[in-house]
Structure formats: structure tokens, C-alpha cells
């Protein structure tokens, strides 16, 4: 069966920091793959995607993820974190198979430390 | 352009009770896909529904049930709620239908189960 797997169900930064998110897939076929975040009280929100056209995709508030076929892995970076980006995030995938159902790991909760 | 509003916001219920809970997307969205969010299982897809057609489901028994009006609007239904059922309960709207399509979510209802 199709998964996605998020390592660390909490990671802290300091501000300013390097944030790492990281996610594997388990797919034959290089699926559909995205990163949303929740802040709290909030449903998510999409923070970028993939669709093949580019294995570096930029998105939003300053993230963005690789996706590494060799490596099944679609980790989320962003060079310097700020207090605002304190939130939960998750990696989901789209086989690519007429089932077409998005798929959501666990989550991984950020926090930012002062 | 307002967002994708879910009513009731919270809700309590108990076991054996049924319970309906309304979504409306963003205007002119067609798409309408319900999720399920708990602690233990974390984020799982429910269905979708496309003018007024459900287009796909996830794996969840038949107690739970959806239906789309003719603006657009969804609602889901649980029966005979269990225990299990408590969770936050997503609504996401698209222009398209078909999940890798970017879904704008509501905040969600979060339903508890005595």
C-alpha cells in the first residue's frame, strides 16, 4: 500500500534557523506530492506541491521541498524560521493510480524557540 | 472572497446519535471533500463530491455519508456514532475536481462523542 512517513512527530528550531522537515513516500511511480500546514484553530494549508515539472519547488512564506526520486524523500526547507511558522505540517501524496486519494502522514508539529 | 465556512464549529453528541454537518466552499468552487482528523489515525479522506456527484470515497464504513446540493454546498452525515468518531472533521473546496488539485479547507468541526 501507499504511505508517507514524516520522521519526528515534533521538531524545535531557533529562530533564525534552518528548518528540516522531512518526508518519505513509498511509490513505484513518482507520485503527486504536497505540504500543507495547520495552524491552530485552522483547517490546512496548501504550502506547495509537486507535479513533475521540477524536482526543486518553491512555496509559500518562504518554503520550499526537493523531491528526490533516488531517495523517495519530498523535505521541506526554509533557510530561516520565524515565530510565525510555529505550526503543524503535512506531507501528503497522490498515487499515481486511478484512485486518486490523497494520502496524509502523521504530521510533524514545529516549534520555534525564542 | 470569503472562505470556505463549516457549521457547527463544535459539537457534542452520544453514542448511537446521528449527526449532519454542513459545509460551504468558496464561491464557484464545484469540489467539495470531506476529511477526518484524529490524534491516533491522524488526517484520512472521507469523499468527494463534484456537482453533486460523489467522485471518490475513502475507506470508511457506510454509517458515514455525504451529499451535495445544487450550489454547491455538502453535507455529511454519521450514524449511530461510536466513541471513535470523535474527531475534527475538515471540509476542502476546488475549482476542479480530483485531489491533486489545490484544496482550500474550512476550520473545521470538531465533534465529540459521549
Known amino acids: 500500500a501507499q504511505s508517507v512517513t514524516q520522521l519526528g512527530s515534533h521538531v524545535s528550531v531557533s529562530e533564525g534557523a534552518l528548518v528540516l522537515l522531512r518526508c518519505n513516500y513509498s511509490?513505484?511511480?513518482?507520485?503527486?506530492l504536497f505540504w500543507y500546514v495547520q495552524y491552530p484553530n485552522q483547517g490546512l494549508q496548501l504550502l506547495l506541491k509537486y507535479t513533475s515539472a521540477a524536482t526543486l519547488v518553491k512555496g509559500i512564506n518562504g518554503f520550499e521541498a526537493e523531491f528526490k526520486k533516488s531517495e523517495t524523500s519530498f523535505h521541506l526547507t526554509k533557510p530561516s524560521a520565524h515565530m510565525s511558522d510555529a505550526a503543524e505540517y503535512f506531507c501528503a501524496v497522490i498515487p499515481m493510480n486511478r484512485d486518486d486519494k490523497i494520502i496524509f502522514g502523521k504530521g510533524t508539529r514545529l516549534h520555534i524557540l525564542p | 472572497k470569503a472562505g470556505v465556512t463549516q457549521t457547527p464549529r463544535y459539537l457534542i453528541k452520544t453514542r448511537g446519535q446521528q449527526v449532519t454537518l454542513s459545509c460551504s466552499p468558496i464561491s464557484g468552487h464545484r469540489s467539495v471533500s470531506w476529511y477526518q482528523q484524529t490524534p491516533g489515525q491522524g488526517l484520512q479522506f472521507l469523499f468527494e463530491?463534484?456537482?453533486?456527484?460523489?467522485?471518490n470515497k475513502g475507506n470508511f464504513p457506510g454509517r458515514f455519508s455525504g451529499r451535495q446540493f445544487s450550489n454547491s454546498r455538502s453535507e455529511m452525515n454519521v450514524s449511530t456514532l461510536e466513541l471513535g468518531d470523535s474527531a475534527l472533521y475538515l471540509c476542502?473546496?476546488?475549482?476542479?475536481?480530483?485531489?491533486?488539485?489545490?484544496?482550500?479547507f474550512g476550520p473545521g468541526t470538531r465533534l465529540t462523542v459521549l
Open positions: 463530491y463534484f456537482s453533486e456527484t460523489q467522485r
Open positions: 511509490s513505484s511511480v513518482p507520485p503527486y
Open positions: 476542502a473546496s476546488s475549482s476542479r475536481t480530483g485531489s491533486y488539485n489545490e484544496q482550500f
